[in-house]
């Protein structure tokens, strides 16, 4: 009888999606052949993308410190110091021929070291320890060193071997270079780990030996499409690199599962596998389509970030989603209908058991769950909003990388250290020397290289060598490097960056230029403390936009997103509980992707509800809504949460490996949610959902159901 008034339903309008759905099944080769194409076009467009490993070139062109980058190039030849380079047990004779050596590596531009700040000639016990301790201390030289960014992943290579296993270097582009050689292979192993893993999950929850693999070529070919069009970019962040393939695949995954799911529920109800398909797409294509856009929007929101990390990542990941429902409404029909043959020859019996026990165990624990679930949002966002933070890269890999173990040698003997650049406006001599001292006189500056220092100011500017100047000054500007005992970010480090513009600005009213990680890392934390609201609320105005749209409902697009909203904050207080700080760019993006990724779970389960509403009570729809969901939203879960903590597992790059660890946690939260919670909010706020839901008027009616 139910088939009788489905099939009398379909047939009284022919509407324009199932028209299109015909044509898919009809012209089916035709898609298949061009997809295929699409895709080996896109991997070998995908070769030609660069990767950008380092994120203060993310910040906005109008910050500070960029600005202050772009007039030191067009100024000077030397750039900023970003590599300290330490070799241990030398003398003063040898630690200049490894200075000249280092000077000889192409793409290494400027060397600075004790001989650039002393006299050489005066024995050292006399001269100033604040100087020599910078650049050598117990038998040990340290080098601040420039390298070109645009060709200097050679140049870090040269650097090791010059120096051997056995010394150390550390510094921005240094961390870099340990980031581009890394990250490549870690995310090899995370994507076959992560397919396989895939593999095993659809073996497990498909009925047919040939359908994991179908849905993989589904899947497949979307990423190679969406990989190789980023191309358009010209450049993609090494976030994007990284995250991109797994997210896509892991998000993605939800669509194509739900429709097999619906595929066989469907499979000889309508007299041929081309009907079964188009109504298939009819039934999951609201549900489909609504989780699409809502992922889509998660990721979009992250484009109105100022820090370009922000709009990098999400334009490529929402692109990717796009793709990734083209596919899942035109190829994956058209391979899985062309392929039922296939499909058919290899039916297994079912390796899950019968999930009504599961469906009546959470119908029975509901509202106590809901009890529970009412006490969390409050303490959970005020713990989430407490964490403590990192801005910048300093702390991308910690000890046990060599990276790190080089890092805390260094700052051992020499203490944490950073170099500034101030650029100031030439001719002033007797202004400069004033504010040298100032500088001086805080603590935290161990030694400056200037015009006024080194020369002196009543040199005259002719008896200065061709090369000295053109590091010191330059047609329009004198040239201030400052060698300072700080982090590269924190509360002090910060201070000391606004008391030196500060005290520039003073001597210098009309304008001056300060660059250096350090600099960077506060004109990030200020760029993507001011993005974090407003991509938050951005991304959860649309997503209730879209949903109200997609749900016919006023009451469902809050519950659900109060449900997934409730799962990202508890993921945030994991990190408060346990002390443990957060790189801010994971917080900021993970609050979108985990919205995006995972509020489609909670759009299956609302859509199934209404449709078991119309032939059951409330209870009852419960029941069987978790019985026939459960497994589409662990399948793709599942995939979701193992593909994060795969990437925090393995990543040695601290931000990814962040990002992985909020992504797994995350998605196990959301679950949990969705499945446990939103199954009784759903029941008790029945009444509301009927009234305030388009169609709800032919819930069934019922006289009392427990």
Request: net charge negative.
């Amino acid at each position: 009888m139910k088939k009788g008034r489905t099939e009398k339903a379909g047939a009284h309008k022919k509407v324009s999606t199932e028209r299109f759905f015909e044509a898919v099944v009809k012209y089916r080769k035709t898609i298949i052949f061009a997809f295929v194409a699409c895709a080996v076009f896109g991997a070998l467009c995908r070769q030609l993308v660069a990767i950008n490993y380092d994120m203060n070139d993310y910040l906005p062109a109008e910050s500070p410190s960029t600005i202050s980058l772009e007039v030191m190039k067009e100024e000077f030849e030397g750039g900023i110091p970003n590599a300290r380079v330490m070799v241990e047990d030398v003398s003063i004779p040898q630690a200049l021929e490894y200075k000249a050596a280092l000077e000889e590596i192409p793409a290494v531009t400027e060397v600075t070291w004790l001989d650039d700040a002393a006299d050489l000639a005066v024995p050292l016990e006399t001269m100033d320890p604040d100087v020599t301790e910078t650049y050598y201390k117990d038998g040990m030289a340290l080098f601040s060193v420039v390298i070109d960014e645009e060709r200097g992943l050679p140049a870090v290579a040269a650097i090791r071997e010059l120096i051997g296993e056995e010394n150390s270097m550390t510094g921005s582009y240094v961390a870099t270079a340990a980031a581009t050689e890394s990250t490549v292979t870690e995310i090899r192993k995370i994507t076959v780990i992560a397919v396989l893993f895939v593999i095993l999950v659809l073996t497990l929850t498909t009925d047919s030996w040939a359908e994991p693999l179908l849905l993989l070529a589904g899947l497949g070919i979307s990423i190679l499409i969406n990989a190789g069009s980023n191309l358009i970019f010209g450049e993609i962040s090494f976030v994007t690199n990284a995250a991109g393939t797994i997210l896509q695949l892991a998000i993605s995954l939800d669509f194509f599962v739900f429709l097999i799911h619906r595929f066989k529920e469907c499979r000889g109800q309508y007299g041929s596998a081309e009907r079964d398909m188009v109504q298939a797409l009819q039934k999951a294509g609201v549900a489909i389509l609504s989780s699409g856009l809502t992922v889509m929007i998660g990721f979009m929101a992250l484009a109105v970030m100022r820090f370009r990390i922000g709009p990098d990542l999400g334009l490529a990941l929402a692109k990717g989603i796009c793709i990734s429902l083209i596919a899942v409404f035109t190829f994956m029909p058209a391979l899985l209908v062309e392929a039922r043959g296939l499909i058919e020859r290899t039916r297994h019996r079912p390796f899950l058991p019968d999930l009504t026990g599961f469906g009546r165990l959470v119908r029975r624990m509901m509202i106590l769950l809901v009890c529970v679930f009412i006490i969390l949002p409050v303490p959970a966002y005020m713990a989430a909003r407490a964490n403590d933070f990192y801005y910048g890269s300093s702390h991308i890999f910690e000890e046990g990388t060599q990276f790190g173990d080089d890092t805390a040698r260094i700052e051992e003997t020499f203490g944490k250290g950073d170099t500034y650049v101030l650029l100031v406006p030439k001719g002033d001599f007797a202004e400069e020397t004033a504010l040298s001292a100032e500088l001086q006189a805080l603590p935290q500056v161990k030694s400056i290289l200037s015009y006024v220092d080194v020369a002196g100011a009543e040199v005259p500017v002719d008896y200065l060598e061709e090369g000295d100047l053109a590091l010191l000054l330059s047609s329009g500007y004198s040239r201030m490097v400052l060698s300072v005992e700080a982090e590269y970010e924190g509360e002090e480090t910060f201070d000391l960056v606004q008391t030196i513009r500060s005290i520039a600005a003073a001597h210098y009213p009309e304008g001056h230029y300060l660059a250096g990680e350090g600099v960077s890392t506060r004109d990030l934390m200020e760029t993507v403390t001011d993005d974090g609201e407003r991509v938050d609320l951005i991304a959860i105005g649309a997503v209730l936009a879209v949903l109200l749209l997609a749900t016919g409902s006023v009451s469902l697009p809050v519950l659900l997103v109060l449900v997934i909203e409730t799962a990202i904050w508890l993921n945030y207080t994991i990190s408060y509980f346990n002390g443990q700080p957060v790189f801010y760019i994971a917080y900021l993006i993970i609050g979108a992707v985990q919205l995006g990724a995972t509020v489609d779970y909670a759009i299956l389960l609302a859509d199934r509800y209404k449709e078991c509403r119309l032939s059951y009570g409330k209870g009852e729809a419960v029941e069987r809504t978790v019985t026939t969901v459960t497994v589409p939203i662990l399948t793709s879960g599942s995939a979701l949460v193992v593909c994060g903590f795969l990437l925090g597992a393995i990543s040695t790059h601290g931000v990814l490996a962040q990002l992985g660890m909020f992504l797994g946690k995350g998605t196990l939260f959301s679950l949990l949610m969705v499945l446990f919670v939103l199954p009784g909010l759903l029941y008790l706020c029945d009444g509301l959902i009927r009234r305030s839901t388009r169609g709800g008027k032919s819930f069934k009616k019922e006289k009392e159901e427990a």
